[in-house]
């Protein structure tokens, strides 16, 4: 496997003939559930709860895409750029119960995952190597679920993806014309005129952006600035207990509406080695809004997933947010 960079549009493609296509995993016995036999190489582990020997735990993903020795070795070939695929793949085990996914769970529960994800990032970019960490979540099969444990995945990378870059810059420019973040002056708006706002939680609100990828797209935020999820995963147990309620809510207001879906996480890239050349990096904590993108997967509407030039959703924000707000959820 190796990383190759496309010269029009810079984003890195992992590559390579070695890897077998993906599909979800039925096995007889979970390796990722409490009591299993299997070996699994765990990285981190979070108390447990109610009995439980842990409550969240971090592993190797059992086929990674990126390794974690040795050293990228950027290369060119021509006009194309190449590297190895160093890096790091795990997967974040949300429970240990098989059944318990975070729309089942209670927020006693979901809160040591979130803690557990801020800290693998924490850790994460104390390695140098690794420019960006990020988490996500395919559920469904349409969404290619790969574990039937309630899990998600992890990827610590030597580049930041091209979306991430594409929201760095934007901010950056946005704050050097006004010096305030524009996610802060978004959610500002969004709260004030209560259009596409879904709920509130306390330091956290959650709405249907304003010009959404496809239909119900739902974003998560803090109402108070901050760039890096970890600090955030790291701090107050009231505040974390809070984004855990308002996540667990969220997605079963979006699971009224389907059960498949893209769930990532995009925050701060790793400004503790800063790069020389990249702009960005210098004023990432004043510009830069860490959030959680939660993005449905409706069949009947798939047109919305076939033409990314110019996204098309043929429901609107304010439609989504109404038929949102109305759906049953647990307190």
Not at 223 to 242: I, K, T
Not at 257 to 279: A, K, Q, W
Request: proline fraction near 6%; charged fraction near 25%.
């Amino acid at each position: 496997m190796e990383l190759r960079k496309d010269p029009i549009t810079r984003s890195w493609v992992i590559t390579g003939d070695d890897v077998p296509e993906v599909a979800p995993r039925s096995e007889p016995l979970c390796r990722f559930c409490a009591d299993s036999p299997s070996n699994v190489q765990v990285v981190s582990s979070a108390p447990g709860v109610d009995g439980n020997p842990w409550s969240a735990r971090a592993v190797v993903h059992p086929s990674p895409l990126y390794h974690i020795e040795g050293e990228p070795a950027r290369r060119g070939d021509g006009l194309y750029d190449r590297m190895r695929a160093v890096g790091a793949h795990e997967v974040l085990v949300e429970n240990p119960r098989h059944d318990r996914q975070i729309w089942h769970s209670s927020d006693r529960e979901i809160a040591p995952f979130l803690a557990l994800a801020g800290q693998r990032i924490q850790d994460l970019k104390r390695d140098q190597r690794f420019k960006y960490i990020s988490i996500f979540k395919n559920y469904g099969a349409s969404a290619g679920q790969e574990f039937e444990h309630p899990t998600v995945e992890l990827t610590a990378t030597t580049f930041v993806p091209r979306r991430v870059l594409y929201e760095l810059r934007a901010g950056r420019d946005y704050f050097e014309q006004k010096e305030r973040c524009v996610f802060c002056d978004i959610i500002s708006q969004e709260e004030r005129q209560n259009q596409r706002v879904v709920e509130i939680r306390a330091d956290f609100v959650a709405f249907c952006p304003y010009a959404p990828r496809v239909p119900y797209e739902t974003w998560i935020l803090p109402r108070m600035h901050e760039a890096a999820f970890e600090r955030s995963a790291l701090g107050r147990q009231a505040s974390v207990s809070d984004l855990a309620a308002l996540l667990r809510r969220t997605l079963q207001r979006i699971r009224t509406i389907t059960e498949d879906f893209h769930l990532v996480l995009h925050t701060s890239p790793n400004s503790l080695y800063r790069s020389d050349s990249l702009g960005y990096w210098k004023t990432i904590d004043d510009d830069y809004h860490w959030h959680i993108e939660i993005m449905p997967i409706l069949l009947s509407k798939n047109k919305s997933y076939t033409f990314k030039e110019v996204y098309y959703s043929p429901v609107s924000s304010e439609a989504a947010v109404a038929r949102l707000r109305e759906a049953k959820v647990n307190a």
